[in-house]
């Protein structure tokens, strides 16, 4: 998420994604939302300029498709709450990996239901075992998730925009 992202929401004001502001000025431009809080920076052309959407809301009711979770790192980053599978630390965004909880070189597959988030110390001691020949522990056992929350939440108060505060809880 970069700060100067837009936070879409649909007609009931729940946010949706987060869209580069490019899309969203596009999009206010042909009426497919409106733009409920700006940025303090402009967007300058040769002959005007345009306050830059910080957030939008879409104005006509959006289709529902049916959801699919796309499996990347991010994703069971998110799943997992970037909480290591094992000990259940916190730790920063470059002491987490992915474990394969069946390893990879004993048949396990990168799907779901095989793989967690694991900080880089419990990785390392699990090794190619699985984690009942390391006496490890799952905290919980991995599934797809049904939905995710868009990317942002998990960055905390800090990290988010202040005008995409009020339609965040």
Known sequence: MAARDTLLLDQGYQPVKVIPWQRALCMHFVGKVEVLRDYDWRVHTVDCSFAAPAVVRLLRKQVARPLHV???????????????????LRPGPRELTLDHVVPRCKGGKTTWRN???????????KGSQPPEACGMRLRCV????????????????????????DWLH
Request: overall charge positive; hydrophobic content about 35%; aromatic content about 10%.
């Open 115 to 125: 793989v967690v988030t694991a900080c880089v110390e419990c990785n390392r001691r």
């Open 70 to 88: 796309r499996f990347s790192r991010e994703n069971v980053y998110l799943r997992d709450g970037h909480r290591c599978q094992y000990c259940g």
């Open 142 to 165: 991995p599934n797809k998730p049904d939905w995710l929350a868009p990317r942002l939440l998990h960055l905390g108060v800090d990290a988010v925009p202040e005008a995409w505060r």
